[in-house]
């Protein structure tokens, strides 16, 4: 992963239109809601970088 001065993490759903739901400034705080959400290793969601100036849909 790049810095975190270039970069957040964003929670994104839906492998084939790539949404984003939320970001976050951290990574750690990414897999925190990940979690509580209730989220599983086997839901199509997953944390991945996004730029500085990106918004999801609930931010």
Do not use: H
Not at 28 to 42: L, S, W
């Amino acid at each position: 992963m790049a810095t975190s001065k270039d970069f957040k993490c964003g929670l994104f759903s839906d492998y084939g239109m790539r949404i984003l739901n939320e970001t976050f400034t951290t990574k750690r705080e990414a897999q925190k809601a990940f979690r509580e959400y209730g989220y599983t290793k086997d839901s199509e969601v997953w944390i991945e970088q996004v730029p500085l100036d990106a918004k999801g849909r609930f931010d």
